[in-house]
């Protein structure tokens, strides 16, 4: 509307709606920059942060957006000064992203020179021993007009925003013009990409540019010890340290011998099939796996302490496995289990001849014999309700 109709009445409606959705479209964007920073995740906190200062200049928090990338870039600064490289190359990174925070701090202060932490980004510059730069009138004008158009949150509003459906666009700017053309967003595999670029030229000794186009100052991907453990490790291979071809060491023998020798047997592929040789491990290396060097099929490589050359013959009788098979020292079969006694087996049936008796409890006529006569009811050990007297009703009652 803005580009099509310049003319119409209805151009600051339209600038004002356009400022508030700019303002909740960074108040996310910053939001999740903050999270990042807060992890340590600097190159995906540098890339949210600064596509929120590039795209969004109203935006109410701009300069606790940039305050927070230039100490992204400090935190890098003080990681490689601790880190083990150059001391050349060490100073290279340190000033390069010194210069990035010092630049970002700069800006608030010149181009929001009376936003609330303009103080903090100044108090940062005094630190590193950086000139404080003075601001335009022009910035000073626009960055007043800006603050005063600004409305504070109020009960009224926080009600409002309550019970609305709508984003929270109290804070928005109500003057100034927006942009209506934003600038690519930049993603964290830049921020990686020109990380590596400027490691590149500090290890080749040259001065560090960043990569062309105005893209974020490099960072760590992967959070706070990314870089580090880069760094401690060697970086990656360059045209002028390119990485070491594995040779073959000598393996000396576990008993100390000088007069024994080590064979490495290496197994070709099977008949009919397409396997490889196998691979052998390093003797130098730190035996994790990774092939030492490849050699043809069904070849020795031996190494004997008196200097004999490698697939050279060597009688059987010399030669010693590298690693001793495992498996039980005494390989004489078990003895066979004891087989247990078998019980005697119970015979539940009376003996012939026998003359056994068993008691059933009943004589000869089938009567019981050991029926217990009744002892006689006694009023003065026991009670009972029928054998007193009944009284009243109960005498004409038959039950």
Not at 152 to 180: D, F, H, I, M
């Amino acid at each position: 509307m803005l580009e099509q109709f310049p003319d119409s009445p209805l151009i600051p409606r339209a600038k004002q709606k356009l400022r508030e959705v700019q303002e909740v479209l960074a108040q996310r964007q910053f939001e999740i920059g903050e999270f990042y920073a807060s992890r340590e995740q600097w190159a995906a906190s540098i890339a949210r942060l600064q596509t929120v200062a590039d795209s969004y200049p109203l935006f109410s928090h701009s300069d606790q957006t940039l305050i927070t990338i230039g100490d992204a870039y400090a935190t890098e600064a003080q990681m490689i000064s601790r880190s083990k490289i150059p001391p050349k190359a060490r100073a290279e990174l340190a000033r390069y992203y010194d210069d990035r925070a010092a630049a970002n701090w700069s800006r608030v202060v010149s181009r929001y020179p009376l936003a609330p932490h303009v103080e903090d980004a100044k108090d940062r510059l005094i630190a590193m021993g950086r000139p404080i730069p003075d601001p335009s009138p022009q910035a000073l004008a626009e960055n007043q007009a800006e603050e005063d158009s600004r409305v504070n949150v109020k009960l009224g509003s926080r009600a409002v925003q309550l019970l609305g459906r709508g984003p929270n666009t109290v804070r928005a700017s109500r003057v100034g013009e927006p942009p209506l053309n934003s600038p690519t967003p930049i993603v964290a595999p830049d921020v990686v990409k020109e990380s590596a670029t400027a490691w590149a030229e500090a290890q080749l000794g040259k001065p560090i540019t960043g990569l062309v186009g105005g893209t974020p100052s490099p960072s760590t991907s992967g959070g706070s010890g990314a870089m580090s453990a880069t760094i401690e490790n060697g970086g990656a291979p360059s045209t002028d340290r390119p990485t070491q071809k594995m040779t073959f060491e000598e393996v000396p023998d576990a008993s100390g011998s000088s007069g024994s020798t080590v064979t490495v047997e290496v197994p070709g592929p099977s008949a009919g099939g397409n396997g490889g040789a196998a691979a052998t491990p390093d003797a130098g290396g730190s035996g994790n796996g990774e092939p030492a060097a490849a050699s043809p099929a069904g070849e020795r490589a031996v190494e004997g302490a008196a200097g004999s050359p490698a697939n050279e013959a060597v009688p059987a009788a010399n030669t010693r496995t590298l690693v001793a098979p495992v498996g039980p020292v005494n390989t004489q079969p078990l003895p066979a289990v004891d087989k247990p006694a078998e019980a005697p087996q119970q015979l539940n049936q009376v003996p012939a001849g026998g003359n056994a008796q068993v008691a059933t409890g009943a004589n000869a006529s089938g009567k019981p014999t050991n029926k217990k006569k009744k002892a006689p009811y006694d009023k003065k050990d026991e009670s009972s309700s029928k054998h007193k007297k009944k009284t009243g009703l109960d005498k004409v009652n038959p039950l």
